[in-house]
């Protein structure tokens, strides 16, 4: 054959395969607001800069006239591309095409380009639409699975992963994006479950609808499994493009570098952010936007476990992460979930080389029989460990409460902050002036002529004692009392000195956190 024809044979080829599952599935996944898979990348990935691989990959199943079957790609798209002209691996699954199910063929695609991600020190991203293991492939499917959560578990921790859930995910299909770093869910779009609704009322007589079940709200919301929840497909992958621009390309690089801006002083002045009164809340995250380049934050998690706010922002043009209490819900304590959430990003943060800066304001751990059941001991543990084992430069903030192991575990000194600063209005204690007055002044109150006044006069002089950063000043537990106006300098400062940090890394092969 001449180049001509094989050229024409070639194109034929083409033609067939980006079909996909044909123009009728196309049209159902559309006619629900979802783009084709090969359309996701494309709106991802800087224009014209995907390269596909594997096109011409077709299953090899017999089963079931499996044989008979013609599955376009398998049922996955495979390739690189760039964002912000940054290489990444990409992979969509396509739903049209055997609902996006994980066969033998489909699952070594995705784990090619996962060894490629790994080889080249890039950001993998995964789009998953899937139903799971494919039935009709049986062990085999199973087996990609297994092949794929390996790859996951071994690449954690040397380049970012990050899961799309863009369809219905069930199974395998959602196993991988939990080993993952960050999972985007589009409301309406997303759905995840071990098991269907179908599968639960055979099995337990429950009866629940998808959305229900495992919509993009109840994982933004309630599970935490999902760090970014957005409205549309097209919100979702603005999100991943601005999350790719704060976190470095891989565990032996910083992020990139952005041009330096001040911060929207006029919307945010952190002298007024916080009230005068100690007890009345006020939003953190104003906080960390009067104190950031261009007052730009990139909240991860936002709907889920909110007394605690993570993400990232800029100072002086360089990514930071912040872990700050939230005053504004539940007074910004540590429960369980807040406990999971900080403790996981700071593990993230302390792999990829990102500073973290930690604003303080809670009066503790959560008590009540509900969080002890729920096993706030261990959850609450994870984020002492966290923070210990992280050997990134660690700044800490006390903006106002730091009551009893709250103090401890949002990264003082004792957990190797490296500069724990405080403003004059934090409040350094065991617990709160009034909790503190009542028991260890309890005989004073109970036998004095006016309780409540006796009470008041405890109180008063506790709080003057006690709480305001002077006392763990004079044991050198907080290096320096700094007024609101100069927090922005104070921390660029101290993370430019901690640029080069260093330490050995302990004779061990790995701890043992508490999971
Ligand atoms: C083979 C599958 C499939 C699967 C869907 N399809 N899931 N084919 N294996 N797992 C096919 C359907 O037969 C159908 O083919 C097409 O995809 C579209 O599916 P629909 O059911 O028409 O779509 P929809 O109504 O939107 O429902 C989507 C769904 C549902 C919720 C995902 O298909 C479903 O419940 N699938 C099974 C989910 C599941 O239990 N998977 C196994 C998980 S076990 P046609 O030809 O009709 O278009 C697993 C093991 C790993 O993954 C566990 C690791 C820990």
Redesign the pocket.
């Known amino acids: 054959m001449a180049l001509k024809q094989k050229t024409i044979d070639l194109k034929m080829r083409m033609k067939d395969a980006l079909k996909g599952?044909g123009s009728k599935?196309i049209e159902?996944q559309k006619a629900i607001g979802k783009l084709t898979a090969r359309e996701r990348i494309l709106a991802i990935l800087d224009p014209k800069s995907f390269h596909e691989y594997d096109l011409f990959v077709e299953h090899a199943a017999k089963d079931f006239d499996m044989d008979k079957k013609y599955l376009p790609g398998d049922g996955v798209i495979t390739g690189t591309g760039t964002i912000m002209s940054k290489p990444v691996c990409i992979y969509a699954q396509d739903?049209?095409v055997?609902?996006?199910?994980?066969?033998w063929m489909h699952a070594k695609k995705i784990t090619k380009i996962m060894d490629h991600a790994m080889k080249l020190k890039v950001p993998i991203i995964g789009i998953n639409d899937?139903?799971?293991?494919?039935?009709?492939?049986g062990v085999n499917?199973?087996a990609g699975?297994?092949e794929i959560?390996y790859r996951n578990t071994k690449a954690s921790g040397m380049i970012p992963q990050i899961s799309v859930i863009l369809?219905?995910?069930?199974?395998?299909?959602v196993?991988s994006p939990a080993l993952t770093d960050f999972v985007f869910v589009v409301d309406n779009i997303s759905?995840m479950f071990?098991?269907?609704?179908?599968?639960i009322k055979t099995v337990l007589g429950e009866e629940i609808s998808?959305e229900k079940l495992g919509g993009a709200k109840v994982h933004a919301e309630t599970t935490g499994n999902a760090h970014f929840y957005a409205e549309s497909e097209q919100e979702c992958f603005d999100q991943i493009k601005q999350l790719i621009s704060f976190i470095p390309w891989n565990n032996k690089r910083k992020a990139m570098s952005f041009p330096k801006k001040q911060p929207k002083s006029k919307a945010y002045n952190i002298e007024s952010i916080i009230p005068t009164d100690p007890s009345t809340p006020y939003d953190v995250r104003d906080v960390i936007k009067a104190i950031s380049d261009d007052s730009e934050f990139l909240e991860v998690q936002e709907l889920f476990a909110a007394n605690i706010v993570i993400g990232y922002a800029r100072l002086q043009g360089e990514t930071v992460a912040f872990v700050a209490n939230q005053p504004l819900v539940l007074a910004g304590v540590l429960d369980v979930d807040s406990s999971d959430k900080a403790a996981r990003f700071i593990r993230y943060c302390d792999s990829f080389n990102i500073p973290i800066v930690t604003l303080v304001d809670l009066p503790g751990y959560l008590p009540g029989i509900d969080q002890e059941h729920a096993g706030v001991i261990r959850h609450g543990a994870k984020v002492l460990y966290a923070y210990s084992e992280a050997t990134v430069p660690k700044i800490t903030l006390i903006l106002r409460k730091a009551y009893g192991g709250g103090y401890i575990a949002m990264c003082s000194h004792h957990l190797r902050a490296d500069f724990v600063m405080a403003w004059p209005t934090a409040e350094i204690a065991v617990m709160g002036p009034e909790g503190a007055a009542n028991i260890i002044f309890r005989k004073e109150i109970a036998t004095a002529e006016n309780p409540d006044e006796m009470r008041k006069q405890k109180v008063d002089e506790y709080r003057t004692k006690f709480a305001n950063p002077y006392v763990a000043a004079a044991y050198g537990y907080i290096d320096a009392v700094i007024e609101p106006f100069e927090t922005r300098k104070k921390l660029i400062h101290a993370l430019e000195i901690s640029a080069n940090k260093t330490e050995e890394a302990l004779d061990k092969k790995h701890g043992v956190p508490p999971f």
Do not use: D
Not at 98 to 103: D, E, I, K, N, V
Not at 130 to 137: D, K, M, N, P, Y
Not at 194 to 199: D, K, L, M, Y
């Open positions: 599952g599935a159902k739903f049209t055997a609902g996006g199910s994980l066969g899937s139903g799971g293991a494919r039935i009709q492939e499917s199973l699975y297994g959560f369809g219905p995910c069930a199974g395998g299909a196993y759905k071990i098991t269907g609704p179908e599968v998808m």
